[in-house]
């Protein structure tokens, strides 16, 4: 029976780099900190609200400076592809401010 042929120093089980995206995008993400999230977290809301970063205090209420539904779900979609964690399309509803969704990704990302 062929064995299959490994790289001199690799053990044959060693994964591709499609297979690892996700899994090192993720790490990336969790060793980021509380304030790399919070510094994408508000370029992604001014962008969607077309003002500018300093613009937006990290205490605003989102739906006060009027981040929509259409918007809010898009960002959930942004968070999932960002930092590899699956969230609730209620993402910004239940964390309605930049600082309280930082906190709840970085937890997320450390509970990993």
């Known amino acids: 029976m062929a064995t299959p042929a490994t790289t001199p120093g690799t053990t044959g089980t060693e994964t591709t780099g499609a297979e690892t995206t996700g899994a090192a995008s993720a790490a990336i993400a969790a060793s980021a900190g509380a304030e790399a999230i919070r510094t994408w977290l508000t370029e992604r809301v001014a962008?969607?609200?077309?003002?500018?970063?300093?613009?937006?205090?990290?205490?605003?209420?989102?739906?006060?400076?009027?981040?929509d539904s259409v918007y809010a779900l898009t960002l959930c979609g942004d968070v999932e592809d960002e930092?590899?964690?699956l969230v609730e399309a209620t993402l910004a509803w239940d964390h309605p401010t930049i600082d309280a969704l930082t906190a709840h990704i970085h937890s997320e990302l450390a509970a990993r």
Request: net charge negative; proline share 4%.
């Open 47 to 67: 962008y969607f609200l077309d003002v500018r970063p300093q613009d937006i205090a990290a205490d605003d209420l989102l739906v006060e400076i009027g981040l």
């Open 83 to 85: 930092f590899g964690i």
